[in-house]
C-alpha cells in the first residue's frame, strides 16, 4: 500500500525531554527514598509514567498506595522543566516540512499526557501540521502495545499499513511494527550501534537526514 500518513513519537524524538523526565522522577523518587542511575532510567523508557513509577516502587519496595500521587507529582513537574528547559532536536522543522509538502497526514502517538502533546507542539511549533493526536495515559495498555498508534491512525482517517511512525525508543518501536507500520528509529546517540534497532524498517541518526530516498525506500 502507498504510504500517506506519519505519525511521531513525542518524548526523546522530537524534544530532548528524556533528561527532564529523569531530573524529575528522581526529583520525586528521593521522597520515597531513592533514586536512579541514568542506566536504571533507559531500561524503562517508553512506559507511561503510571507504569514507569509502578515500576520502581515495586523495584524498591514502596508501598503501592502512594503510586498515584508520586505519579502526578513526576508529571506536573516534567510539564514545568518541559516549559522553560526543553531543546527541540535536530530536524524537526525539516522532516515536518517533508511531509507536509507531500501532503501526508501527520500525528502525534505518545505515552505522555494530552496536555505535554500541547506544550511539545508550540514549543516546537508544529501544530498547524498535526491533524490528530494520540495519548496512550488512559488506554488499558501503553507502549509496547499498538493502541496507541492505532487510535491514531484511526483518527487520521488511515489505514495502518499506510502509516510510517518515527521513534527513539525500544518499546515505541515495538509498538509500531506490532500496529503493522513502517517504523523509522531514531536512537540517542550513545545507544545507536545497539542490535536491538533491528526490527525497525530504517534506522538514523537525526530527523534532518530523512529525505526522499529514505521514504522511497519504505514504499
Request: net charge negative; hydrophobic share 40%; proline share 4%.
Amino acid at each position: 500500500m502507498q504510504l500517506d500518513t506519519v505519525i511521531f513519537d513525542m518524548d526523546g524524538l522530537l524534544v530532548d525531554s528524556e533528561p527532564l523526565w529523569a531530573i524529575a522522577s528522581n526529583e520525586i523518587f528521593e521522597e520515597y527514598g531513592f533514586r536512579l542511575s541514568p542506566e536504571q532510567h533507559i531500561t524503562t523508557t517508553g512506559l507511561r509514567t503510571r507504569e514507569f513509577v509502578h515500576w520502581w516502587f515495586t523495584y524498591f519496595q514502596i508501598p503501592e498506595i502512594n503510586e498515584p500521587a508520586a505519579e502526578e507529582k513526576i508529571l506536573q513537574r516534567v510539564l514545568e522543566l518541559v516549559s522553560t528547559n526543553c531543546k527541540v532536536m535536530s530536524g524537526v522543522q525539516h522532516v515536518f516540512d517533508f511531509f507536509h509538502s507531500l501532503k501526508f497526514k501527520i500525528g502525534i502517538a505518545s505515552s505522555s499526557p494530552l496536555q505535554m502533546i500541547e506544550v511539545v507542539m508550540d514549543l516546537c511549533g508544529i501544530k498547524k501540521y498535526v491533524k490528530a493526536t494520540a495519548s496512550a495515559e488512559h488506554l488499558q495498555y501503553g507502549k509496547p502495545h499498538p493502541q496507541v498508534y492505532l487510535n491514531c491512525a484511526e483518527s487520521l482517517g488511515s489505514l495502518p499499513a499506510t502509516c510510517v511512525a518515527f521513534e527513539d525508543s525500544f518499546y515505541g518501536m515495538i509498538a509500531a511494527k506490532a500496529a503493522r507500520m513502517k517504523c523509522v528509529v531514531v536512537p540517542e546517540h550513545k545507544r545507536y550501534k545497539e542490535e536491538k534497532w533491528g526490527a525497525a524498517d530504517l534506522k538514523l541518526s537525526s530527523l534532518q537526514n530523512f529525505n526522499a530516498l529514505h521514504l522511497q525506500l519504505l514504499q
